[in-house]
Nanobody
């Protein structure tokens, strides 16, 4: 079992920044990749960004490229999502997720939220 706990959400004005954190505990040594997803009110959950655990390769949703940065600290078993130049359309509950299967980051991105473990989410609200 793996436990994922997100933090760092909150209210920010458009153009501002936030950094989300996801602390992992439990059977983390078998994790192959970590990802952030988000779900806006009335919409389906969607992929945002992913990172491989060993080499730190990254992959992003097109609309966040150049604004969001995903990173990880293996020693702390923590994944981060630095969000800059936030827009009202970034408002959503952001979820951290762990992947244990042999998949590419691109496959994770189109997985339709098919991940092995999920956190409970943290709310990000961007005001205009």
């Amino acid at each position: 079992q793996v436990q994922l706990v997100e933090s760092g959400g909150g209210l920010v004005q458009a153009g501002g920044s936030l950094r989300l954190s996801c602390a992992a505990s439990g059977r983390t040594f078998s994790t192959t990749a970590m990802a952030w997803f988000r779900q806006a009110p009335g919409k389906e959950r969607e992929f945002v960004a992913a990172i491989t655990w060993n080499f730190g390769f990254t992959y992003y949703k097109d609309s966040v490229k150049g604004r969001f940065i995903i990173s990880r600290d293996n020693a702390k078993n923590t994944v981060y999502l630095q969000m800059n130049s936030l827009k009202p359309e970034d408002t959503a509950v952001y979820y951290c997720a762990a992947n244990y299967r042999p998949r590419t980051l691109q496959q994770i991105a189109v997985s339709g939220s098919d991940m092995d473990y999920w956190g409970k989410g943290t709310l990000v609200t961007v005001s205009s």
